[in-house]
């Protein structure tokens, strides 16, 4: 029932940008907080951005903070991730999920719905 597609990865240089989005289906989309989670090989899963459900109040990770933008709209059940000034580092796959209050973040869990997610990489 629950649907999530991630879209808008690809290729881009050191200091580019993209803009992933994110279509949520299958659940009351305006009453669950939304977060965008990061996993690349050998590094452990990052929630890199948060949003609350009315999209008043978000939080980064320091490793994205001041460069990315997470923004939600509720009327079209997307979140939106907009990722400026990229290093090689933001190399990952970015998945979307509401996010948990865990210590650790989980990507790709087997206790709830994940999407494909979509793959982002930066290289010269």
């Known amino acids: 029932q629950v649907q999530l597609v991630e879209s808008g990865g690809g290729l881009v240089q050191p200091g580019g940008s993209l803009r992933l989005s994110c279509a949520a289906s299958?659940?009351?989309?305006?009453?669950?907080?939304m977060g965008w989670y990061r996993q690349a090989p050998g590094k452990e899963c990052e929630l890199v951005a948060t949003?609350?459900?009315?999209?008043?109040?978000?939080n980064y990770a320091d490793s994205v903070k001041g460069r990315f933008t997470i923004s939600r709209d509720n009327a079209k059940n997307t979140v939106t991730l907009q990722m400026n000034s990229l290093k090689p580092e933001d190399t990952a796959v970015y998945f979307c999920?509401?996010?948990?209050?865990?210590?650790?973040?989980?990507?790709?869990?087997?206790?709830?719905?994940w999407g494909q997610g979509t793959q982002v990489t930066v290289s010269s």
């Open positions: 299958g659940f009351s989309f305006s009453s669950y907080n």
């Open positions: 999920n509401a996010p948990t209050t865990a210590r650790q973040p989980m990507c790709v869990t087997r206790d709830r719905y």
């Open positions: 949003i609350t459900f009315t999209g008043s109040r978000t």
